[in-house]
Structures are given as structure tokens and as C-alpha cells.
């Protein structure tokens, strides 16, 4: 399906709907053991985000305030904010300030499909900087299984170079990194999927993006196999995935086949994760910032695993 200079800019909804459009930028640092991320989910009226650096590197530097108890551990430092939106707001330009715990954020669309500013910050956490594009958006509705309708309308998925500065209470690191993002936006029934493996990994001038998920116990697989400019679309991906004693995700060891046939090996390896838990959808999001290698070439990356909170209660019962 051909992205257009629009969808990177927000999807008005109805009133009244559930609709929203939701994006994510991720940068790993596998040389300081951290990870880090913005989430910005907007609403019709609202929108909320969560701002966050774990891993390893951060040592004993836990937050136990942000929320859940179970949402934050040792090696973990999360803001979450959220704030009315101005009337017409876009994503040209799009300044959100929490009223209550003094958090912001700032989005600067560029150039469509390829470039934008990120501003966020907390009382512990700062993120600065430019989210350019190494390759076209690649969009889950050109995968040979399209896209499921209780995740989204559409989605893409871009990786590319964070240039900026990531702040962490007095430690400020330089980033020149890779990074990537993605934009969904529709209504997305998060009591559908029974699990899900999302990752990518980066090394050099390729990359990988993979999305494997079951519900009504069917499995689909999504994703994309980037080589500079040349993007080849995912058809299947044989995987292991493998879980510590808490049920975090330690490790992915995957072929991914592209439509082309092609088979690339992706290893990924956790140094920290962080857990979102939502009990309004009874859904837990955790994410794991991790070492890659891809065909060997090592690398950066993340692992994401979705779980109904019940079943991950069992898992570690």
C-alpha cells in the first residue's frame, strides 16, 4: 500500500471514537547497556506518553514512583505524562505540557516519510534530537498477510539515526545512533491478541523489523528486511523465543524469509526491560533493550513482547 505525505501526519476520528494514532521512537546504546524510548499514543481529545531509559547501564538507578509497582525496577527511569490537545492539533508541529507532573513534549514533522525533531522530557529524563530515515516507511498492509483489523487501520515501520542527546538525572549522553520508529493509527482492541514478539535490529546498513503475533488462535507475521535503500517485505518468520523464570524476554533467535525468499538469521540478547502494565486493557507491553547480531554482523535492537497480565501472572506463579 503506497504511504502518502499524510500519514505521517495525525488521522482525524470520528467523534466519539476510539481511534487514535499512536507513535514510537526507539534508540539502543549496546556500548552503555541502555535503551531508551518515547511512546505517544494521541486520542481525540488527550494524549498521554511514557519516556523511559533501562538497562544495565543504569545500575541500581530504579523510579519507584512512576506508577505500578510491578511497572518499575532497579535499572529503570520512566515519565509518563499526558495533556489536552490544542484545538486542530497536527503533527507539523505538536507542543503537549502535563498540568500535573510539569512533563513535555515537542514533535517536528520534516520532511514526510523520512525526518522529524523529538523534544521530551521529565524531572529525570531528557530526549533530544533528529529521527532521520535510512530507508523508505514500509507499511504492514504490503505484507502478504496484510494487517490485522484489531491492531490498526495501518501502520509503518522506519529505522534510521537518532542525532541528539539523552539526559538521565546528571548523565548526559551524546547519540549518534540507530533508531527507529513507527505510526500506527485506527482503534486497536488490546484484549484480541493472545501474544505478541515485536523487534528490530540494526547493524550496519541493514536492518530488520518483525512482528509476530497469534490471536483466535491463528499466527500472522509482519515486518520488513531493509538493505540501505531496498526494502523486501516479510512473509514468515521461524523463531525461539526465551523466557526467564518473571516471564521477561531474555533472548530471540530468528529466521526471518522475506518475499523474496531470503532467509536472515536475527539474534538478539537483553541487557534490561522495562514493564508497562495496563490493567484498563488487561494487557502488559514489556520491552527489552538489546545486544543484535544480523547474519552474525552485531548490532543494536529491541524486543517487545505483549501479554495478557493474567497469563503473565501465571508464568511466573
Do not use: K
Request: glycine residues 12%.
Amino acid at each position: 500500500m503506497a504511504l502518502t505525505a499524510a500519514d505521517d501526519r495525525r488521522h482525524p476520528a470520528a467523534p466519539g471514537s476510539r481511534a487514535r494514532d499512536s507513535l514510537f521512537w526507539q534508540l539502543t546504546l549496546p556500548e552503555e547497556r541502555i535503551g531508551a524510548q518515547l511512546y505517544l499514543p494521541i486520542g481525540g481529545r488527550r494524549a498521554g506518553w511514557n519516556l523511559a531509559a533501562w538497562g544495565e547501564g543504569l545500575g541500581g538507578q530504579g523510579q519507584a514512583d512512576a506508577g505500578s509497582a510491578d511497572m518499575v525496577s532497579a535499572g529503570t527511569v520512566l515519565e509518563l505524562g499526558s495533556a489536552e490537545l490544542p484545538d486542530g492539533a497536527d503533527l507539523d508541529e505538536l507542543t503537549l505540557s502535563d498540568p500535573v507532573g510539569g512533563g513535555r513534549v515537542r514533535v517536528v514533522h520534516g520532511e514526510p516519510l523520512r525526518a522529524v525533531r523529538v523534544e521530551a522530557a521529565g524531572d529525570r529524563i531528557a530526549l533530544a534530537g533528529d529521527f532521520v530515515g535510512r530507508h523508505p516507511a514500509f507499511s504492514y498492509r504490503d505484507n502478504p498477510g496484510g494487517l490485522p483489523s484489531w491492531f490498526a487501520i495501518d501502520r509503518f515501520e522506519q529505522t534510521g539515526r537518532f542525532i541528539g542527546t539523552l539526559r538521565i538525572d546528571d548523565r548526559v549522553l551524546a547519540l549518534d545512533a540507530p533508531a527507529h520508529r513507527d505510526h500506527s493509527w485506527g482503534a486497536r482492541d488490546w484484549r484480541m491478541p493472545q501474544h505478541w514478539t515485536w523487534f528490530v535490529a540494526s547493524s550496519g546498513e541493514r536492518s530488520v523489523n518483525g512482528w509476530i503475533w497469534i490471536a483466535a488462535g491463528a499466527w500472522g507475521f509482519a515486518g520488513c528486511v531493509a538493505d540501505g535503500e531496498d526494502v523486501v517485505p516479510v512473509d514468515r518468520i521461524e523463531h525461539r523465543l526465551h523466557l526467564d523464570d518473571d516471564g521477561d524476554q531474555r533472548a530471540l533467535d530468528a529466521i526471518v524469509i522475506d518475499t523474496s525468499g531470503r532467509r536472515t538469521h536475527v539474534e538478539l540478547e537483553s541487557f534490561g526491560v522495562l514493564r508497562l502494565p495496563d490493567e484498563r486493557s488487561g494487557s502488559e507491553v514489556r520491552e527489552a533493550a538489546c545486544a543484535a547480531r544480523i547474519d552474525g554482523v552485531a548490532g543494536a535492537g529491541q524486543l517487545e513482547c505483549e501479554w495478557p497480565i493474567d497469563y503473565l501472572r501465571h508464568l511466573a506463579a
